[in-house]
């Protein structure tokens, strides 16, 4: 499906199963079929919407913005996308750029979060070494393309037992940061290294809240994951074992279990 979002067209899944509207949040440099094994999953348990932010997938990012983008500009595409699903409240499920985009939804459109699952993420800005890395990759990306991009960040992304065990998987997400746009990974590095400390934001959530994290990510550690956690009111963490980055993928089964219990007492509350 697609909806049009001020110049932005934005492509999303919308399995319009159950009555539990949710809405995934992909990270960086990836699409909305990273969330195949949830959506799949819990289908008989929510209704899953699943989108392509601006510039990534089949979703455009608008010429006018000239590639430039921001948190807040993808919190608003979320939103679009729930105004087009005529969906008041959704269970916000973001995963590390996607956690970025949480947060700027808890600041900017409180209304429409009925609850928070962070997946492998951090509340803290980039620090100055984390932007100058980021700045190199935008060079990589406009001399050497997207595929030197995936290059590099499939190493963060899977864990090392995942990428010596499961190369099929290893094949389709390199596969998925290849296919990023150019004008897309820029944008989304712009908007990384520009967002805000959303660590003042984590006291003022009031909405229950779930954190997750792979025990073996090497990009945001447990440890952090666990702080950030500790500064949710009344959150839960949940640990996942043989998993590194994105967790949802590599440990599909207890990354369902955990996120189909925190949505049974959601959805019981
Ligand atoms: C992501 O998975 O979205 C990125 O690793 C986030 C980041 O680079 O901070």
Request: net charge negative; glycine share 10%; proline share 5%.
């Amino acid at each position: 499906m697609l909806a049009g979002c001020e110049d932005d067209s934005i492509a999303y899944d919308d399995n319009s199963g159950a009555s539990l509207p949710v809405v995934f949040v992909h990270g960086f440099p990836h699409d909305r079929t990273l969330w195949a094994p949830q959506t799949a999953a819990l289908a008989g348990q929510a209704r899953c919407l699943a989108l392509d932010l601006p510039g990534f997938g089949e979703s455009t990012l608008g010429g006018g913005r000239d590639g430039a983008t921001s948190v807040d500009h993808y919190a608003d595409a979320v939103v679009c996308v729930l105004d087009a699903a005529m969906v008041e409240r959704a269970v916000v499920v973001g995963l590390s750029m996607g956690g970025y985009i949480a947060f700027a939804l808890w600041r900017r459109h409180r209304d429409r979060v009925r609850a928070l699952v962070l997946v492998s993420t951090r509340a803290t800005p980039d620090s100055d070494e984390v932007r100058a890395k980021r700045a190199a990759l935008i060079d990589t990306a406009h001399r050497d393309g997207s595929g030197a991009v995936a290059d590099t960040q499939i190493v963060g992304a899977l864990s090392r037992r995942t990428r010596e065990n499961k190369p099929d998987l290893v094949r389709t997400v390199h596969a998925m940061q290849a296919g990023a746009s150019v004008p897309g990974i820029v944008g989304a590095l712009g908007a990384m290294i520009a967002r805000p400390d959303s660590t003042p934001d984590l006291a003022t959530i009031t909405v229950p809240t779930l954190v997750m994290a792979g025990r073996d990510d090497v990009l945001i550690r447990p440890n952090e994951a666990r702080a950030m956690q500790q500064a949710v009111p009344g959150s839960r963490i949940e640990i996942l074992g043989e998993a590194g980055h994105l967790c949802n993928v590599e440990s599909p089964t207890a990354f369902n279990d955990a996120l189909g219990d925190f949505l049974t007492s959601i959805a019981a509350a």
